[in-house]
């Protein structure tokens, strides 16, 4: 048999923490519990904006694309992840590798793009108040979402045939708990710089282009909340762009240290601990961060809990 197609055939073995039972026991039930809390908070988030017709603005629109995504993202690696941790069967097909490569790939690039354009929403609302629902307009703000996810699967399209297409010689070892791009990479068994950078390139585009944008923004931001008379104005202000800022900076500041930094600067088992926080821990507590600094959440989330009111028929706030 050809060993070039080995692992086409017969998939792959998910290494994990395989040298640690103990820690994989650990980790999974670690998993399971931040699993059920990003799917129960995002699922709120996105229900209570829903049916409370007072968040039915472009702010809770992005926001409530952003717990879809989160919501996909995890489901997207999270059951197989489970499988591996649980028990000895640590194999996955060849066909689901390269699904959970790709929507993995799109997700998160998602998600850097979504961040740029909701930095962009609060730059409106405060920078143009008057203006603000002229401008974040249903028709912008659903092209927005369409060029969001888009560009990213255009992207994950490029890394992730590339990355496929490196020959890896009957290697099938993943050192890692998922099929993300890095173990893929690793296993090669050719010279990888051209594939490496132009993922360095792609990275630049996806991540430290949006992140720019949002600096700007904020840069901005910043000066209009330090020329507003009112301390409530400007506590109104911070408090609108704070959740944002929070989520921004814990999900840019892991991508940023797990993908845009040199192969070999970091050990494995912390890059495995890296992809973690980044898959499980991050889209968990994105609906804490939102629901705990925003009263209108509040509001919604206790709504939610009761008996349907008649709220949810009123006619929505958002001009087109």
């Not at 399209?157 to 050192?175: A, E, M």
């Not at 930094?261 to 898959?279: I, V």
Request: glycine share 4%; aromatic share 10%.
């Amino acid at each position: 048999m050809d060993q070039s197609n080995y692992s086409s055939l017969h998939g792959f073995i998910l290494l994990g923490f395989f040298d640690h039972p103990k820690l994989e026991t650990i980790l999974s039930g670690v998993v399971t519990v931040f699993y059920l809390i990003t799917l129960v908070g995002n699922t709120a988030v996105i229900l209570a904006s829903l049916l409370d017709s007072h968040l039915h603005t472009p702010m809770y629109f992005f926001l409530r694309n952003l717990s879809f995504l989160d919501l996909c993202f995890t489901t997207s690696t999270v059951p197989q992840m489970l499988v591996s941790l649980w028990g000895p069967d640590k194999t996955i097909s060849y066909v689901g590798c390269v699904i959970q490569l790709y929507v993995y790939t799109w997700l998160g690039s998602s998600e850097c793009l979504l961040l740029a354009v909701m930095s962009y929403d609060r730059f409106t609302a405060i920078c143009k108040p008057l203006h603000y629902f002229i401008i974040m307009n249903s028709h912008l703000c659903l092209k927005m979402i369409i060029m969001v996810w888009s560009i990213s699967l255009a992207n994950s399209v490029i890394l992730c045939t590339l990355t496929l297409n490196l020959p890896r010689c009957g290697n099938n070892l993943l050192d890692h708990f998922l099929c993300e791009f890095s173990a893929m990479v690793k296993i090669a068994c050719v010279d990888t710089t051209t594939v490496e950078m132009s993922v360095f390139a792609l990275g630049i585009a996806i991540v430290l282009t949006p992140l720019i944008l949002i600096l700007i923004s904020y840069g901005y931001i910043a000066k209009a909340v330090l020329r507003m008379k009112t301390k409530a104005g400007q506590r109104k202000a911070m408090n609108t762009c704070g959740s944002h800022l929070t989520v921004v900076s814990v999900f840019y500041g892991t991508v940023i240290y797990m993908y845009l930094q040199p192969g070999n600067s970091a050990s494995k088992d912390r890059g495995k601990f890296l992809t973690l926080f980044y898959t499980i821990v991050t889209p968990s507590l994105n609906p804490l961060i939102y629901t705990l600094r925003n009263k209108d959440m509040k509001v919604a989330l206790r709504k939610l809990m009761r008996v349907p009111q008649k709220s949810s028929k009123k006619k929505r706030n958002w001009k087109s």
